[in-house]
């Protein structure tokens, strides 16, 4: 009887060991996550500006997943330290998605220039697809979709845009265009673009956006469901105003 008591304690003492290890681990594990570091930027507006609803003042920080939004006469810089920079022109809206070594975001209305210097890829998503750099070497790229349609453009370093199953790459100083354009867009603007060779400076490429006018344009085209995009929907032009 006595070896059967022992015996029961023993396996009861093991069981409370076991269980209030694995209740340590949980809650290190969740402390940890708490602190972990967001990737964060900090933003400099220009006019209205909104983010995730809220009107916005220059020093506001952006973490992952923000929303930014600009009215009619504004324009936003988000500044994200090491990864680069994104710039969002008037009548624009992005949910930024930024993590380690990627500069992304959903652009659902306006235009977004995005510098990122060698090391950081850019992924920027849209109604019509999906437009993207490898991050092998510093790029600026803009993406465009105020015509009701994307437009992609790259100032510097090559670009990769895709459309369902069509594949575009975009060499430095060529447009690739995709979808049906509608010049009767309320915001409906043709961009004005500098030659690679130019070298924008940031403060150059948001006087261009606030401007109305993007400097390079990394695009972006992902696949929506049911989208029929064919190759006579895809041109090449330069961007003349």
Same mark, same amino acid.
């Given at each position: 009887m006595n070896n059967?008591?022992?015996?029961?304690?023993k396996t009861l003492t093991v069981t409370l060991m076991v269980a209030v290890g694995s209740l340590n681990?949980?809650?290190?594990?969740?402390?940890?996550?708490?602190?972990?570091?967001?990737?964060?930027?900090?933003?400099?507006?220009?006019?209205a500006v909104t983010l995730n609803g809220v009107n916005a003042t220059s020093g506001a920080t952006v973490l992952d997943l923000g929303? *930014?939004?600009?009215?009619?006469?504004?324009a936003a810089?988000?500044?994200?330290?090491?990864?680069?920079?994104?710039?969002?022109?008037?009548?624009?809206?992005?949910?930024?998605?930024?993590?380690?070594?990627? *500069?992304?975001?959903n652009l659902r209305t306006g235009r977004v220039v995005v510098s990122a210097p060698s090391g950081v890829s850019v992924n920027i998503l849209t109604?019509?697809?999906?437009?993207?750099?490898?991050?092998?070497?510093?790029?600026?790229?803009?993406?465009?979709?105020?015509?009701?349609?994307?437009?992609?453009?790259s100032s510097k370093s090559d670009a990769k845009l895709t459309s369902?199953?069509?594949?575009?790459?975009?060499?430095?100083?060529?447009?690739?265009?995709v979808g049906a354009p509608n010049p009767q867009a309320p915001n409906c603007k043709r961009m004005a673009v500098a030659p690679a060779s130019a070298?924008?400076?940031?403060?150059?490429?948001?006087?261009?956006?606030?401007?109305?006018?993007?400097?390079?344009?990394?695009?972006?085209i992902a696949t929506t469901q049911g989208d029929d995009t064919t190759s006579t929907q895809l041109n090449i032009s330069g961007f003349r105003p």
């Open positions: 059967k008591v022992t015996g029961i304690k681990t949980l809650v290190m594990s969740s402390a940890m996550a708490q602190v972990s570091p967001k990737l964060s930027g900090e933003m400099s507006v220009r006019g929303k *930014i939004k600009t009215g009619s006469n504004g810089t988000i500044n994200l330290g090491s990864l680069g920079q994104v710039e969002l022109a008037s009548d624009s809206e992005l949910v930024l998605k930024v993590e380690s070594g990627v *500069i992304g975001g109604a019509e697809g999906v437009a993207a750099t490898e991050g092998k070497d510093a790029a600026v790229v803009s993406v465009d979709v105020s015509c009701g349609n994307t437009r992609v453009m369902g199953t069509k594949v575009e790459y975009v060499a430095a100083g060529q447009e690739v265009a070298g924008l400076a940031s403060g150059a490429l948001a006087a261009l956006l606030i401007a109305g006018i993007g400097g390079a344009l990394v695009g972006i």
